[in-house]
């Protein structure tokens, strides 16, 4: 009889630690992840300008959904994953690019599917003949998590400064 | 012995239906409400255009959180109060202004924290001889909800579709009008 109040006590205790510890996981909210998510997208940011500054259309494109928008001042919305890359290539189509940001801000929603990075570029352009430009202005990008855990650019929006 | 392994058992059986059981009941995950979201926000904006309408400063503000940006084209970020109603109040008071817009686009995240709207906008202003002038053009927008379930816009970005005038006219400058008069491509 002793041991069966043992083996009793020890089957409650065991209960109430399974109990405990079996539910302390299910409602938790999912979680936090958006240290590690902006992170991401500021290195998928920086990758992206890097890709351009090297002209490689593919590796720029990487970084795009399948259906971006793009919105460039002076043109029509840019939709669709081939107008954007058009209109991309005729961006690379100088003899050389520096792109800058400052002030970056990136707001990631706390269940990490969408993010929200806003600031200022600076765009150094050397034209065919040998011309360089700055243009600076504002830019506020919509990015999305892949189910590969990557993210990339839904709408990528800009107004220039002057 | 025999005993003492029937209570092990019934032990390790009980532990393993206490673990499955009493989870269950608890909600699996958070209810999607994007789509529900996602109908707020466009609601939210259809309603900005249409309070725009009264050409009213503080009615206009009214749709910002309180640390909204503003990314006009033609002019630098508006990210303090103060900066965003100038930036705002001159376009209000373009002469014979006309503005409004409609969304093309609303997303919400699955958190229900954060969404984002964009769309194209018109408007319509008198030049220097008082001739009228419309642009046309796009924006995006971000939106966070607020600890009142409503939804305000934190980031607002516009710019013209119109393209660079080909000789650059130096009549009066219309500050913070959805004008842009420079051709641009730009990668991020």
Redesign the interface.
């Known amino acids: 009889m002793r041991?069966?109040r043992a083996?009793s006590l020890?089957?409650a205790a065991?209960?109430a630690v399974?109990?405990v510890?079996?539910?302390s996981?299910?409602?938790r909210?999912?979680m936090d992840t958006r240290k590690a998510d902006e992170a991401a997208i500021t290195g998928a940011?920086v990758a992206?300008?890097q890709a351009?500054e090297a002209k490689d259309l593919d590796k720029?494109m990487s970084f795009y959904v399948d259906d971006p928008?793009l919105?460039?001042?002076?043109?029509?919305?840019v939709v669709g994953k081939d107008a954007v890359r058009q209109?991309?290539a005729?961006?690379l189509e100088v003899q050389a690019?520096k792109?800058e940001?400052s002030g970056l801000i990136i707001?990631v929603?706390?269940?990490g599917?969408?993010a929200?990075e806003?600031g200022?570029?600076s765009?150094t352009i050397t034209d065919a003949k040998g011309k360089t430009t700055t243009?600076t202005?504002?830019?506020?990008?919509?990015w999305k998590k892949q189910t590969d855990g990557s993210w990339k650019i839904a709408?990528?929006?800009?107004?220039?400064?002057? | 012995m025999l005993?003492?392994r029937s209570?092990s058992l019934?032990?390790a059986a009980?532990?393993a239906a206490?673990?499955?059981g009493?989870?269950s009941h608890?909600?699996?995950?958070?209810p999607d409400n994007r789509a529900a979201d996602a109908a707020a926000v466009q609601k939210a904006d259809a309603d900005w255009s249409l309070a725009a309408q009264s050409k009213q400063a503080d009615t206009w503000l009214a749709f910002y959180a309180d640390d909204a940006?503003v990314?006009?084209?033609?002019?630098?970020?508006a990210t303090s109060k103060d900066e965003i109603r100038k930036s705002i109040t001159d376009l209000l008071e373009l002469p014979g202004l006309s503005v409004s817009w409609q969304t093309t686009k609303a997303?919400?995240?699955?958190?229900g924290?954060?969404?984002?709207t964009?769309g194209?906008y018109e408007l319509t202003s008198n030049d220097a001889k008082g001739n009228a002038t419309t642009d046309h053009g796009?924006y995006?927008e971000?939106w966070?909800k607020q600890a009142d379930g409503s939804w305000k816009c934190?980031?607002d970005?516009?710019?013209?579709?119109?393209?660079?005038a080909p000789a650059p006219a130096p009549q009066t400058k219309h500050r913070g009008a959805k004008h842009?008069?420079?051709?641009?491509?730009?990668?991020?």
Request: hydrophobic residues 45%; neutral net charge; contains cysteine.
């Open positions: 041991t069966d083996l020890v089957i065991s209960l399974a109990m510890a079996g539910c996981e299910a409602p909210p999912p940011g992206l300008a351009a720029c928008v919105f460039v001042p002076g043109a029509p919305a209109a991309f005729g961006f690019l792109l940001t707001d929603a706390q269940s599917d969408l929200f806003r200022s570029y765009n243009e202005g504002k830019l506020a990008l919509v709408a990528d929006t800009n107004a220039s400064d002057r | 005993r003492f209570f019934m032990l009980t532990l206490v673990s499955l009493a989870c608890q909600p699996a995950a958070l940006v990314l006009p084209p033609n002019e630098a970020m997303e919400a995240a699955r958190s924290d954060l969404a984002y964009y194209t796009k995006s971000v966070r934190i980031v970005m516009w710019s013209s579709d119109l393209p660079v842009s008069r420079r051709r641009k491509h730009h990668a991020n």
